[in-house]
């Protein structure tokens, strides 16, 4: 059973666009909520997070939307740049308790067209 | 993101041959995990160690798989007898120990080849 679930697999957008990115997940204790981007060859680095008391979280390009009761969240990257290109995986986990392990998405690649 | 030290960041194994593949946590952080990354995949979770404890492995393979948080030293992630379906990146990552534990970070990688 996957936990949690990424659409679309793959994106494409013209560069100055809005790429949107969705992800599902299963379990309602889940209330950490993490985007990651990571590059070829690299490794995952945070790029913007959300806890469920708050519906969006916005820091710079990247916004994040939050529907609790979709269980449902979204990265938006405004005015998208070739830069972005990169993979992109959701993740949630539990903030309280001894496990803080992330459950990921299996991740979206986002190509920008310049 | 870069923190977290890992290495050899590439690893030649033949089949049979042991991997050792080791981590240091960022300077604070005293919460491991390993994440194995499959080609074409997402990052599957395999072990949380604290200092000298295995807090959840519920993600490691029952065989050949073996990770440890030695007290001093880095965190080592251990496969014996490697087969070809080793093959994967496998990442290392760190949290605080102050109740923050939520943002994890990862290192670069280490890129495990079996042939």
């Known amino acids: 059973q996957q936990q949690v679930k990424q659409s679309p697999q793959s994106l494409i957008v013209q560069k100055g666009g809005i790429s949107i990115i969705n992800c599902a997940y299963e379990n309602t204790a889940f209330d950490y909520f993490p985007w990651y981007q990571q590059f070829p060859g690299k490794g995952p680095a945070l790029l913007i997070a959300?806890?469920?008391?708050?519906s969006e979280k916005k820091e710079g390009r990247f916004t994040i939307s939050f529907n609790k009761s979709a269980k449902q969240f979204s990265l938006h990257i405004m005015d998208s740049q070739p830069g972005d290109s990169a993979t992109y995986f959701c993740a949630a986990s539990f903030s309280t308790g001894a496990n803080s392990k992330l459950t990921f998405g299996k991740g979206i690649t986002l190509s920008v067209r310049p | 993101n870069a923190g977290v030290m890992q290495n050899p960041r590439h690893l030649v194994r033949r089949r049979g041959q042991e991997a050792r593949l080791r981590c240091s946590p960022m300077k604070g952080h005293s919460h491991v995990y390993w994440y194995r990354q499959l080609p074409e995949e997402g990052l599957k979770f395999m072990v949380y160690l604290q200092k000298e404890n295995i807090i959840d492995e519920s993600g490691m393979p029952k065989e050949r798989f073996s990770a440890e948080f030695p007290k001093e030293g880095p965190s080592i992630l251990r496969i014996q007898q490697v087969v070809r379906g080793d093959s994967a990146a496998y990442f290392c990552a760190s949290s605080p120990s102050d109740g923050t534990g939520n943002t994890i970070y990862f290192g670069e990688g280490s890129w495990l080849t079996v042939v």
């Open positions: 959300i806890r469920p008391d708050v």
